[in-house]
Every structure is written in C-alpha cells, then in structure tokens.
C-alpha cells in the first residue's frame, strides 16, 4: 500500500507529489490527460511561486516580471515588487517543468481517472489503487469534492468567468498589465520574447472578440489574429464546506476558489500542497483545513477586498486613480501579493 495517491496531475497534484516524495512518502499521481496540460490562465507567476518552485528544484523559463501595472482609459499606476522578480511563463512549459521534476524523483504518474472513492479504516481505494491517503486536486470543478458533499452552495454574487488567448508579438512591458473597464479586467503578461498571454475575467458570457472591444487601447496593440485558441474556465468562485473528508484531502482549485483578480492561484496551491505532506506525514489529516485556511488568509482577504470593491458601482471606477495617487499604498498591497 502507498502513502498517497494523488488525484489529478495539474500543477496542485504535481507540486503534491513533488512535496510527498521529498519527504520519503510513497506516492502515486493518477492524472488520463497527456502531458504538458494548457488549461486557461493568466500566466503569471507571482515571486513568491517563483521562490517556492525553485524550492522545489523546479526551473522554469518565460519572461521576468518587474511588477503590476494597473491602466483604465485615463489613468495608470505602476508598482514593482521589492524582492524577486515574478515570471511570466506558458501554462504548458510550467506543466512540462513540474513533470520533468517529478519524473526526476521518480514518482509514477499513470493514466487513469479517479471516480469512485472508497474509504476503510486505514485506507482509501480509488482507480485501483489503495493508499494510506488521497489528494484531490482535480481542478475548479472537482467531481471527487463534489462526490464527497464537500461543495458548497454558491452564493447570490455574480458568477465570474475567465477567458485566454495568446497574440505573436514582443512584450512592450516587463510588468502584468491590469486594464480595467468597466465590467471586466484585461490581463497582459508576456510570456516568451515573441508571445503575450491576454486574459479576460468577467461576469458576462459573450465571445471573447466582443469581451475585447471593451479595452480599445488594448486591442489596438494586438494583431488581428491570435496565436491562441481560446480557453475558457469558470464560473470561478468555489465554495467549499471542508477540506477533508476522512481520508481525502482537497488541494489547489478544488480546495476553494475566491477570484483570479490578483494572480495567486499558483503560489497558494503550492503552498497548501506542502501543508497537506506535513499532515500526511503526521498522520493528522484533521489539521489540515485549519493549516490550509492559516496560508490561504493573506490571498482570501486580499483576494475577497479587492472583489468587494469591483463590485461597487461607484466604488470600482476608483480603484486605479486611487493607486495612482497613492503609489506606497498599491506597492505595499502589490508587495503583500507577491
């Protein structure tokens, strides 16, 4: 019997693995999709992924990222972060470092799908596979949280919706580019000399070529023609009830989701992934939601006010010419998210 299967084979269920093998642990990663995996996203690598990944002996290329730049039609605030750069790096070339990595450290990583999921006693069985625990990092949508009556209902907020594309052009900023209007956020990031990833967050279900109109400025720089399919991802808000059941353990998307808005997704997954090895080790998987709210707080609060504040209408068409007349307090928050 192994120590821990691990369900799902993104970057939560990579870094998992990662984590569980450096601390001696049997693991195994159940993920049917070939590797690299795309999936929609900004992009961004924050400084702190970039220091935890590089603890992880995990390297990854793209393109340095000195800071946040946030833009509406007139106004525009820049803040860099004070240590490490960020990166901005293709979801693909992160997908195919953490697998490099964990092929390294010799974890399997076979193709099945998780489904059903047994619990007995000291053990839980799932495709096959008996281990002492399982992690669920099965994505924004986890059938396995779902399965285990662990999702929440949503809430009466606005669904929000997330939308990618790439265009063949070199990056004009080494700084993530914010562009607000008024019902959606425009996020630049270059990802390579020659490639920019451009993603939209929004409320509004409509195609992304009408999502784009909405930042003339924007669309203007861009080529006509993307480099890109489009990916789509949504509705992102995810509550959840709990983070274990018995056994199983929730990581990354599946543990809960407040908002893409400020780009943190991958540090706090590989945060939380090392917070669930300490408590398999320990064999206390009751710690676990409690140690995943405690390194989840800065990004929720954060995360939580500034989506507060985009859904006030007179509050939100404040919030650049506020970080432009207030520069110490956008680089102290930008700062507190790197």
């Known amino acids: ?55 992880l002996g995990v390297t990854v290329e793209g393109h340095p990222l000195r800071g946040i730049r946030y833009l509406d039609a007139r ?28 092929a390294e450290l010799g974890v399997p990583v076979l193709p099945l799908r998780v489904e059903a999921v047994r619990q007995e006693g000291d053990r839980v069985t799932a495709a096959g596979i008996t281990a002492r625990y399982l992690a669920a990092a099965d994505g924004l949508h986890s059938p396995i949280r779902r399965a285990l009556d662990l999702a929440a209902p949503p809430d009466r907020r606005p669904a929000r919706y997330g939308l990618r594309r790439h265009f063949a052009l070199a990056p004009w900023s080494d700084c993530v580019e914010v562009h607000w209007s008024a019902r959606a956020e425009a996020y630049v990031t270059p990802v390579g000399p020659d490639l920019v990833g451009v993603a939209l967050l929004t409320g509004d279900r409509a195609p992304y070529e009408h999502q784009l109109a909405a930042f003339p400025q924007l669309a203007r720089r861009l080529p006509r023609a993307a480099a890109s399919a489009t990916r789509g991802a949504g509705p992102l808000r995810q509550r959840v009830r709990g983070r274990v059941a018995g056994r199983v353990l929730l990581v990354g998307d599946a543990a809960g989701y407040v908002d893409a808005l400020t780009g943190e997704g991958i540090a706090m997954a590989l945060g939380t992934a090392a917070e669930l090895v300490r408590c398999v080790r320990a064999d206390r998987p009751q710690d676990y939601d409690r140690l995943w709210l405690r390194a989840s707080r800065r990004y929720r609060l954060l995360t939580g006010a500034l989506l507060w504040l985009r859904a006030q209408p007179r509050l939100a068409p404040r919030i650049v010419p506020t970080a432009a007349r207030f520069p110490a307090l956008f680089a102290a928050t930008v700062n507190q998210l790197g």
Do not use: N, Q
């Open 75 to 102: 106004h525009r605030a820049e803040a860099h972060f004070h240590a490490l750069p960020g990166r901005g790096v293709r979801r693909t070339d992160l997908h195919a470092a953490l697998s490099h990595r964990v």
């Open 1 to 55: 019997m192994i120590d821990l299967l691990v369900a799902g084979g993104g970057p939560a269920g990579l870094a998992t693995a990662i984590h569980a093998a450096r601390a001696g642990l049997r693991v195994v990663v159940a993920e049917p999709r070939p590797s690299p995996i795309d999936k929609a996203c900004g992009e961004g690598l924050m400084p702190a992924a970039v220091a935890a990944l590089a603890d």
